[in-house]
Structures are given as structure tokens and as C-alpha cells.
């Protein structure tokens, strides 16, 4: 998801602004803590995927990545380089989106 000079610029960001760091930090346990809670349904409940219903803070931040990403391609999809901290949460949002649409997320279920 990052190459090695992103990663790098992203570490030296957060080292000199501590408080945005923490504050990212505390975003990907937010977005963690949304999907654990729609995926372990789907996992562990045998709920029918059809009825599975994202909880709404799941929503914001979806939508708050989608807002702050380019649409390339083709194949089309959702793009985001992270130059600051604040959008590595939006990268992994991105990426849950994705994992969220597979036509495969029916193999997560026990």
C-alpha cells in the first residue's frame, strides 16, 4: 500500500507533529473497531451478507476517504497517496471499501 519513500515521509510527519500522529493512530482504531464490528457479524452470527448493516460511523469515514481520493483506471477505482498522516486512514478505508464489495467476502464466514 506504501512504497518505502511514502512510509518515510509519513514517519518523519509524524514525528514532528506528534498530536496529528496520535490523532491518526486514533482514526485507524476507529475504522478497525467499525469493520471488526460488520465483519465479525458476518463471521460469527451467520448473518445472511444481504442483511449485514454497516454501522454509521463506518459510513463517515467511507465517505470522508472517497471525498479525499482521485478515481483512475481503467480498471476504475479509488486512489489515495498519503502525503500526510490524516489520510492513512483514508488509504485503509479505501482499501476496506474494497474488501467490502468482493464478490468473494462470502469466504470470510466460518
Known amino acids: 500500500m506504501l512504497d518505502i519513500a511514502a512510509a518515510q515521509e ?3 510527519e509524524a514525528s514532528r ?3 496529528l500522529a496520535q490523532r491518526t493512530v486514533n482514526d485507524v482504531r476507529e475504522l ?3 469493520l471488526h464490528a460488520l465483519l465479525a457479524a458476518l463471521v ?3 448473518e445472511s451478507l444481504g442483511a449485514a448493516v454497516a454501522p454509521p460511523g463506518l459510513h463517515v469515514l467511507l465517505l470522508d476517504a472517497l471525498a479525499h481520493s ?3 483506471g481503467p480498471p476504475m ?3 489515495i497517496t498519503p502525503h500526510r498522516p490524516t489520510n ?3 488509504l485503509l478505508a479505501l ?3 474494497e474488501l467490502l464489495q468482493s464478490p468473494h467476502l462470502h469466504l470470510i464466514r466460518r
Open 10 to 12: 509519513l514517519l518523519a
Open 17 to 19: 507533529r506528534p498530536r
Open 32 to 34: 478497525r473497531e467499525h
Open 44 to 46: 460469527d452470527d451467520g
Open 70 to 72: 482521485d478515481l483512475i
Open 77 to 79: 477505482r479509488w486512489q
Open 88 to 90: 492513512l486512514p483514508r
Open 95 to 97: 482499501q476496506a471499501l
